[in-house]
T-cell receptor
Framework: QKEVEQNSGPLSVPEGAIASLNCTYSDRGSQSFFWYRQYSGKSPELIMFIYSNGDKEDGRFTAQLNKASQYVSLLIRDSQPSDSATYLCAVNTGSSGAGSYQLTFGKGTKLSVIP | NAGVMQNPRHLVRRRGQEARLRCSPMKGHSHVYWYRQLPEEGLKFMVYLQKENIIDESGMPKERFSAEFPKEGPSILRIQQVVRGDSAAYFC?????????????FGPGTRLTVL
């Protein structure tokens, strides 16, 4: 069974600090990786995607991927109280041969940024 | 509004009734995915459709659940004879004709409550 694991948290960081969110996945054939942010009672909002090993930066967010270790992370620099949400790691685990691109989600890490 | 649209946003049904959830994909998108989020659980893939075709229904419960995406109109997720365990948030996501690296964008969700 294809699995995506995240530390459920809560992760508390002071305002202005770096928040580090981690995710591991079981399917070595996975090709694409996504981070979504979900505020309570709202829908998932795409923050970052990454396909290649290494780092990808977008504003205050940096995604890191290590396929050999089956590990993906999200760093949030200069954390703000508005970043307080649940962060969902998602992995494309569909079978491209069958034409399906379903996402498998972790249960999410709840981040709390303390003013 | 060019985003993914879902309606109704909230739906209350009594046990044994039918629930119909609708999803209109983002403009320019022709592929729809349905996910379910149970309370305190992660998002779980249910079904992936393109117009007039179910591509992958590996996440759908075997009974009472069905989905369609007709040539005209929204995609519909139908739950017959609802039970209390069906209470959840149901999210629709859409994408362009996907590759393994394409991104899915989520609608606001339908929150189903079964009394």
């Amino acid at each position: 069974q294809k699995e995506v694991e995240q530390n459920s948290g809560p992760l508390s960081v002071p305002e202005g600090a770096i928040a580090s969110l981690n995710c591991t996945y079981s399917d070595r054939g996975s090709q694409s990786f996504f981070w979504y942010r979900q505020y309570s009672g709202k829908s998932p909002e795409l923050i970052m995607f990454i396909y290649s090993n290494g780092d990808k930066e977008d504003g205050r967010f940096t995604a890191q991927l290590n396929k050999a270790s089956q590990y993906v992370s999200l760093l949030i620099r200069d954390s703000q109280p508005s970043d307080s949400a649940t962060y969902l790691c998602a992995v494309n685990t569909g079978s491209s041969g069958a034409g399906s691109y379903q996402l498998t989600f972790g249960k999410g890490t709840k981040l709390s940024v303390i003013p | 509004n060019a985003g993914v649209m879902q309606n109704p946003r909230h739906l209350v049904r009594r046990r044994g009734q039918e629930a119909r959830l609708r999803c209109s994909p983002m403009k320019g998108h022709s592929h729809v995915y349905w996910y379910r989020q149970l309370p305190e659980e992660g998002l779980k893939f249910m079904v992936y459709l393109q117009k007039e075709n179910i591509i992958d229904e590996s996440g759908m419960p075997k009974e009472r659940f069905s989905a369609e995406f007709p040539k005209e109109g929204p995609s519909i997720l139908r739950i017959q004879q609802v039970v209390r365990g069906d209470s959840a948030a149901y999210f629709c996501a859409s994408s362009r004709p996907p590759t393994s690296t394409d991104t899915q964008y989520f609608g606001p969700g339908t929150r189903l409550t079964v009394l």
